[in-house]
């Protein structure tokens, strides 16, 4: 386990001439796994003046890097080898972001969904809200406009068609005075998808938009409506601070962590179900922000002198 001696850089970094510290990201390739880490590390550099080098999880790549890290952070199962080994190496701090598949104790900071956990209290685990993700803290006022994310069949959920076609329907149609936006993302079916871009709103396939543009939709919509088997689109509506409800979708596995983590949601209020009984309101978005709260805390344990 690499220990963290940030303490080394920090008592130098007010010398002329000396960098500011450096982040090795280790990434695996995977958009969803690269966003958290992204997210983490562009909260970092809006507290303190870090640089960042992101590096393919490759061990023979990362022996080409000259450069001393000050901290390594990756995140997925691919990243876990590449950044125990740069952490050892340059004796920096290793944060991995989601639950490892090796014990946690080999690394220096673990920040883990809190639907992940299993009550541990080891100091070196930090249970966060969901997944981290790139929603920017400074969040603009909400525009006129409602957006639905369709996710699709898992290994926790499956899909009904009919009702689910008919909830977003009966959404759109009860609130007019919205302008309607809708995507879908990988996992939806091919035949769903062309029922969807029928619907009288505006339909965004994934496969067509660039990585930004759902952050930027969350920021403008005023309502948000989400399949419950996307647990991280979830929260970045949340985290958006969109007035969020979600659209059942048939649960295979009702004990899952998937499912308590979104049936630990509704008791919170932070959103509802539809309904088609109910008129459609939905909650009050909390206050959340996981990625800075995540970066205040490797800044506050790791490197002191800069917060």
Same mark, same amino acid.
């Given at each position: 386990m ?11 970094s ?6 500011s510290p ?14 958290q880490?992204?997210?983490? $590390?562009?909260?970092?550099q809006? &507290?303190?003046?870090?640089? %960042?080098?992101?590096? !393919?999880?490759s061990? *023979? =790549? ?11 952070v ?21 944060v ?23 009550n541990?209290?080891?100091n070196?685990? $930090?249970?966060?809200?969901?997944? &981290?993700?790139l929603?920017? %803290?400074?969040?603009? !006022?909400?525009?006129e *406009? =409602?957006l ?23 959404i759109i149609?009860h ?25 009288n709103l ?52 009702p ?23 109910a ?10 922000h ?18």
């Open positions: 690499g220990l963290p001696l940030a303490h080394n850089f920090i008592r130098t007010s010398i002329p001439n000396i960098p450096l982040i090795w990201r280790i990434t695996d390739g995977k958009a969803g796994h690269e966003n880490s992204l997210a983490l $590390v562009r909260n970092l809006a &507290l303190a003046p870090f640089r %960042v080098l992101d590096l !393919p999880a061990m *023979r =790549g990362l022996r080409k890097v000259s450069e001393r890290p000050s901290l390594v990756g995140t997925g199962h691919r990243t876990h080898l590449a950044l125990l080994a740069a952490a050892r190496r340059f004796e920096a701090p290793s991995v972001i989601m639950k490892p598949t090796i014990p946690s104790a080999f690394f220096d900071l673990c920040l883990v969904p809190e639907h992940d956990l299993s541990s209290t080891a070196n685990i $930090v249970a966060t809200k969901g997944m &981290l993700n929603i920017p %803290v400074d969040r603009p !006022p909400k525009e *406009r =409602g639905i994310l369709v996710g699709g069949p898992s290994k926790h959920h499956g899909i009904d068609q009919d009702s689910l076609l008919s909830a977003i329907t009966s149609s609130r007019p005075h919205l302008d309607w936006h809708l995507t879908d993302s990988r996992r939806t079916p091919e035949d769903f998808s062309a029922r969807l871009d029928k619907l505006v339909y965004h396939p994934s496969s067509q938009s660039p990585r930004e543009w759902l952050p930027q939709e969350l920021l403008r919509a005023r309502e948000v409506w989400v399949t419950e088997d996307s647990m991280s689109m979830i929260y970045e509506a949340i985290t958006a601070r969109a007035c969020v409800g979600l659209l059942p979708m048939p649960r295979k596995t004990r899952s962590r998937v499912v308590r983590g979104i049936d630990r949601l509704i008791e919170s209020e932070w959103t509802r179900f539809f309904s088609a009984r008129d459609h309101d939905l909650p009050k978005p909390p206050e959340l996981e990625a800075s709260r995540c970066a205040r805390e490797v800044l506050h344990r790791f490197f002191p002198s800069l917060t």
